[in-house]
């Protein structure tokens, strides 16, 4: 356990946070802060596309939903 001072900044209070001590709970730069009576949670900021990436490659392909069509662009003003 750590005891630290609140410290006014301008009309709002702050608190520092030693090094090791955000290194030991994995915080960076942004994180979210959740508060009830007497309890204020320190979580980091989840990332909105976290993990999709590992998601997406364990989809297995099934195919198109339609068979593919030419179309005006494919006829007049694509050259291979």
Known sequence: MVRAKLVKIGNSRGIRLAKPLLEVAGLAD???????PGVLTIRPSAH???GWAEAASSLVPEGLLD????????DEEWSW
């Open 30 to 36: 942004e994180v979210e802060i959740e508060a009830a």
């Open 48 to 50: 909105p596309r976290a």
């Open 67 to 74: 068979e593919m069509s030419a179309t005006q662009f494919d």
